[in-house]
């Protein structure tokens, strides 16, 4: 009998031979009690957190806490069932109704993870003999809902306008057409050229996807996104968000101007196919979205928390993978992952959580420690966090 | 452009690429043989889409796994 699990050895060795120098497993951390959007217990230790997507801090927001618990009163703990069948409540159409706001625009579908809205709209808008032309840097989610439909996938060179260019003018003519972007990619925390690329797509007949989960609730002058901050966010047909990033719960949602959009909720299998989202999570989203239109000033605290750590990280000499701030996400280059794995335990024990990224998540093979600041961070919290930094940089021989 | 002549700038567009020096044949797999990442194989790919002027899709891609499956395909991709 051959043992289906042989394919997975090398990555079981590679494992063994990493924890077998004594290091904490990066990839098994419990948070054993959460104090705030920003602190946590985590193995044991008060640990200050820069590795969530927790941008906004809304997780702890009390009016949102209390929206949820009202809706477990009200309309108990689950669905259990389709959103085409039993499980569309009041609480669904009420985050929908609130994402049509947040956005300005027409129709909204939300599915029960951000995975699942990628997954169900690109599988479901590029069919057989269409032509899917992405970014080679996609998030899992963009690259399995390719692999999921039917279409020609054609990925071009990151963030490169004329690589996009010169295939979108290869597909044969007549054939049907679909730009896959993201606004922020969240492995190097870089924005993608949007205004040029979304013209260029136009130009020549493509739809526009734009997933905009990294941005939402912070980038653009009413948080909507990198489209929305490059002023085209008119010309993008679909964007896809997520309720796990700034909103601070779990979904995913599709918002479009498309006067078929609604057909969809009948054709798509990843939002037909499974149990919707729990009252309790919808009206926590919608109090967290409605709440988020009016984040100006944390928007503001939020962006000086970027700047700072970009500044700081470099001036002690750490590589950065931008050489500007350009969303939350600060991430750190790391030689190797043994290299990188250390350096992450000695954050650890300095009591600091960031997110220790690998192969195949990360582009060009590279080993990357991934910060991510909250709008909640404070000034202070910022500076703690560049002194852990050097102290365990030095520690682990980085800089 | 026939089999032996788009082989021929296939060949040279292979050369940077061919780090480890690996004599080439028609049976080379570019996974086990060439041992090339996936970087490596979008950028090759690029390479020669830019030079024929064609589209080599993911799931043509998926099809090809030797040296001479690329000349083939290509020859038939330039119509």
């Known amino acids: 009998m051959t043992d289906l699990f042989s394919k997975f050895d090398p990555l079981i060795e590679q494992r063994r031979a990493l924890l077998a120098g004594g290091v904490e497993d990066p990839f098994n951390l419990v948070m054993e009690r959460v104090l705030s959007p920003t602190v946590a217990v985590c193995n044991g230790r008060e640990t200050i957190l820069l590795g969530t997507y927790n941008y906004m801090g809304m997780t702890f927001d009390p009016d949102v806490i209390l929206a949820g618990k009202q809706a477990l009163d009200d309309f108990g703990s689950g669905t259990t069932g389709s959103r085409v069948l039993n499980g569309t409540y009041a609480g669904h159409r009420a985050v929908e109704d609130a994402l049509k706001d947040f956005y300005g625009m027409e129709h909204a579908m939300v599915f029960s993870t951000g995975y699942q809205a990628n997954l169900g709209i690109i599988s479901t808008v590029a069919g057989k003999g269409d032509y899917i032309v992405l970014d080679i840097d996609s998030h899992a989610s963009i690259w399995d809902g390719c692999k999921m439909g039917d279409a020609e996938v054609v990925p071009f060179k990151h963030n490169d306008i004329v690589a996009m260019e010169k295939r979108l003018k290869r597909i044969p003519e007549g054939a049907g057409k679909l730009v896959v972007l993201e606004g922020v990619y969240s492995m190097l925390g870089d924005i993608a050229p949007l205004k040029e690329m979304i013209a260029i797509a136009k130009e020549n007949g493509a739809m526009v996807l734009v997933d905009e989960a990294h941005s939402m609730g912070f980038i653009g002058p009413n948080g909507r996104g990198v489209a929305e901050e490059q002023g085209v966010l008119d010309d993008v047909d679909f964007v896809i968000g997520t309720f796990s990033k700034s909103v601070g719960t779990v979904g995913g949602f599709c918002v479009s101007n498309h006067p078929k959009f609604e057909i969809l909720r009948l054709v798509c299998r990843p939002y037909v196919f499974t149990a919707s989202l729990p009252p309790s999570v919808v009206h926590t989203a919608a109090t967290s979205i409605r709440k988020l239109m009016h984040a100006g000033n944390k928007r503001a605290h939020l962006w000086e928390n970027s700047r700072t750590l970009h500044k700081g990280l470099r001036d002690r000499g750490f590589q950065l993978g931008t050489e500007e701030p350009q969303s939350a996400i600060i991430s750190v280059i790391m030689p190797d992952l043994e290299r990188g794995a250390g350096m992450w335990e000695a954050l650890l024990h300095e009591g600091l959580y960031v997110n220790l990224a690998r192969p195949p998540a990360t582009p060009a093979g590279m080993t990357l420690l991934r910060c991510s600041l909250c709008a909640e961070h404070t000034a202070e919290q910022v500076q703690t966090i560049i002194g852990m930094f050097e102290r365990a940089g030095k520690k682990a021989g980085i800089i | ?79």
């Open chain 2, 1 to 79: 452009m026939d089999r032996a002549a788009t082989a021929n700038r296939i060949a040279e567009l292979i050369e940077p690429f061919n780090k480890k020096g690996i004599a080439i044949a028609e049976d080379t797999t570019f996974a086990g043989d060439l041992e090339w990442d996936s970087l490596t194989v979008m950028d090759f790919v690029a390479a020669i889409e830019d030079e024929f002027d064609i589209i080599i899709t993911m799931n043509q891609q998926a099809e090809i796994e030797t040296y001479g499956q690329l000349i083939d395909a290509v020859t038939k991709l330039q119509g």
